[in-house]
T-cell receptor, first 115, second 117 residues
Framework: QKEVEQDPGPLSVPEGAIVSLNCTYS??????FMWYRQYSRKGPELLMY????GNKEDGRFTAQVDKSSKYISLFIRDSQPSDSATYLC???????????????FGQGTILTVHP | DTEVTQTPKHLVMGMTNKKSLKCEQH?????MYWYKQKAKKPPELMFV???????INESVPSRFSPECPNSSLLNLHLHALQPEDSALYLC????????????????FGSGTRLTVV
């Protein structure tokens, strides 16, 4: 069983829809949680970063962390065709520079938003 | 400056060539990373530098040789690569101490797309 599970999709939605992306994890040692967006043949772009349970909002994006259920989500409101990309969840047990800071990624969800 | 800059963006090299990938950041991050990403897969960690010292080597073959000349620069020296080493090579950086107000997470560069022929 993978430490981080993410439904690879693909997920196809109409423009304007609310998109929900999810990851579950098995190791309660994970403390820092990130969502990345990756366009084809580009590097991952950090969308959201949080280290506590609860919600964090940034524009059309809301990240939700539930440590008790070991579940994280990313919601995209008013989705646009430009949101079409692969979305990766990632998490670490600590901060950078040590084995605890090592990022563990989900497999990525391919999202297509059609006009 | 909240960017990680990687050069070159594309690289084609023969199996007997020696080349280097370069990465630069000016966010004051003291941890820097090399990741390898194959198509339709998540990034895989190769090396971690903390305060310019190699702290993690994920059993990477010796044909990949990392170097961290200073706190802003990270290089990856390539020699005698195989076609299966063709991939997107990503550099990233992060803080090493607890974030005071959320922090920036791990910031990735755009990558170098490497093709070994």
């Amino acid at each position: 069983q993978k430490e981080v599970e993410q439904d690879p999709g693909p997920l196809s939605v109409p423009e304007g829809a609310i998109v929900s992306l999810n990851c579950t994890y098995s190791n309660s040692a994970f403390q820092y949680f990130m969502w990345y967006r990756q366009y084809s043949r580009k590097g991952p772009e950090l969308l959201m970063y949080t280290y506590s349970s609860g919600n964090k909002e940034d524009g059309r994006f809301t990240a939700q962390v539930d440590k008790s259920s070991k579940y994280i989500s990313l919601f995209i409101r008013d989705s646009q065709p430009s949101d079409s990309a692969t979305y990766l969840c990632a998490m670490s047990k600590g901060l950078g520079g040590t084995s605890y800071g090592k990022l563990t990624f989900g497999q990525g969800t391919i999202l297509t938003v059609h006009p | 400056d909240t960017e990680v800059t990687q050069t070159p963006k594309h690289l084609v090299m023969g199996m007997t060539n020696k080349k280097s990938l370069k990465c630069e950041q000016h966010m004051g991050h003291r941890a820097m990373y090399w990741y390898k990403q194959k198509a339709k897969k998540p990034p895989e960690l190769m090396f971690v530098y903390s305060y310019e010292k190699l702290s993690i080597n994920e059993s990477v073959p010796s044909r990949f040789s990392p170097e961290c000349p200073n706190s802003s620069l990270l290089n990856l020296h390539l020699h005698a690569l195989q076609p299966e080493d063709s991939a997107l090579y990503l550099c990233a950086s992060s803080q090493v101490s607890p974030p005071s107000t959320g922090g920036e997470g791990y910031t990735f560069g755009s990558g170098t797309r490497l093709t070994v022929v």
